[in-house]
């Protein structure tokens, strides 16, 4: 059975950084895209970042790019994000995902087939 399991969130002030961690079990994905959404009260899911299988290809919403960093370590089956300069507007819950059949980074949710539970990042102003 696949797991993907968030850690990492939690309460930080306006300026602060925060590193998001996500392992899976249950399955290797050093071959596949994974990526980071996240979604506010209110508002739609949105796209964070993704990384390709390699990690040499990623990308980034315009709404957070400068400021996050996504990396993977394909030997712990683990994807990160760094988020720097966190922002009132950065606070969500933040989900990982990966693309079981894909090995290069997308935006597009629907292309995610596994899902993490969420952790929650609160940025106070």
């Known amino acids: 059975q696949v797991q993907l399991v968030e850690s990492g969130g939690g309460l930080v002030q306006a300026g602060g950084s925060l590193r998001l961690s996500c392992e899976a079990s249950?399955?290797?994905?050093?071959?596949?895209?994974m990526g980071w959404f996240r979604q506010a009260p209110g508002k739609e899911r949105e796209f964070v970042a993704s990384?390709?299988?390699?990690?040499?290809?990623?990308s980034y919403g315009e709404s957070v790019k400068g400021r996050f960093t996504i990396s993977r370590d394909n030997a712990k089956n683990t994807v990160y994000l760094q988020m720097n300069s966190l922002k009132s507007e950065d606070t969500a819950v933040y989900y990982c995902?990966?693309?079981?059949?894909?090995?290069?980074?997308?935006?597009?949710?629907?292309?995610?087939?596994?899902w993490g539970q969420g952790t929650q990042v609160t940025v106070s102003s």
């Open positions: 995902a990966v693309d079981s059949v894909r090995p290069f980074s997308t935006a597009e949710a629907f292309k995610y087939d596994y």
């Open positions: 249950g399955r290797t994905f050093k071959r596949n895209a």
């Open positions: 990384i390709s299988w390699s990690g040499y290809s990623t």
